[in-house]
């Protein structure tokens, strides 16, 4: 496994590169007084993983949420496929921390919702959610209730919801926070299969070091707030290896301990 890459924090003016499917410009975020966010310029690259990471309070859902368009920005520009982002759109999904799943509705309704919305026939639907159920793993389950199922079966639901509409661009926020750690490994897993499978663009938060490494082809820290780019990490990570290989790697343990050393004086 190759030592990590480290990427420039700074991003060239001008015409996005073919490759680049979100660009962030000039992003600022102030709640009446307090400064969340200044000045983030970021580009994310199709089909990649990147994980926005970094201590508490610095701004990792609030950015993601200004990239979903349901948070605004004080000033700056989000542009997805380059257009600019005014509100949520189809070529967007969020996998929210506490679910947001639909209490009344089984299953295969929270999951097939997103193409309820826009329309799509019942039969063409119900056969996208089952697939996608199927694809996370709960085949079986699509009458049951969110009530009926464990924390770590509704955040699958979500996240089989977020597949299911199509979007280009996933935003997760802490999608694992709510699971215990044998499970959050085997999420783990699961994650990097789907986005092998669907070669979708992904936008993670967690506060785990260990996860971000773990996942992402890409780590961008952000500073104590108000948030800041101070860093962008690419893991060489050989996918290929099994996960207890990788964990155990050298290379891996020594991308944790460098960002840990970088984020431990605002440890709290």
């Known amino acids: 496994m190759a030592n990590p890459r480290l990427a420039p924090t700074a991003h060239p003016s001008g015409a996005a590169s073919p490759d680049v499917i979100v660009e962030v410009r000039d992003i600022c975020k102030h709640y009446n007084d307090v400064e969340a966010l200044r000045d983030i310029n970021l580009d994310f690259e199709r089909g990649k993983l990147t994980t ?4 508490s309070g610095c701004g990792k859902t609030t950015l993601l949420k200004i990239i979903a368009g349901l948070v605004p920005a004080t000033s700056g520009q989000i542009r997805i496929n380059g257009k600019t982002v005014t509100g949520p759109g189809p070529e967007r999904a969020f996998v929210f921390q506490d679910f947001a799943l639909m209490p009344w509705a089984t299953v295969l309704r929270n999951v097939a ?20 159920i199927r694809e996370v793993g709960l085949s079986g389950f699509e009458e049951k209730y969110p009530h009926e199922l464990s924390g770590g079966m509704r955040q699958r639901v979500g996240i089989a919801r977020a597949f299911s509409v199509n979007a280009d661009v996933l935003l997760l926020d802490e999608p694992f926070s709510a699971v215990d750690e044998q499970n959050r490994r085997k999420f783990q897993e699961d994650l990097l299969q789907l986005v092998e499978k669907e070669r979708k663009t992904f936008l993670f938060v967690t506060h785990s070091i260990e996860e971000a490494v773990y996942v992402s082809d890409r780590i ?27 964990r155990r790697d050298k290379s891996y343990l020594d991308v944790v301990e460098e960002i840990w050393q970088g984020l431990r004086q605002y440890a709290e």
């Not at 919702?113 to 996208?128: D, I, M």
């Open 113 to 132: 919702f997103g193409l309820e919305l826009k329309g799509v026939p019942q039969a063409e639907r119900n056969r996208t959610a089952r697939h996608y």
């Open 52 to 55: 926005l990471l970094g201590p």
């Open 220 to 246: 961008v820290l952000l500073s104590p707030r108000p948030g800041r780019v101070s860093q962008i990490i690419e893991p060489a990570i050989d996918r290929s290896a099994a996960p207890d290989v990788i």
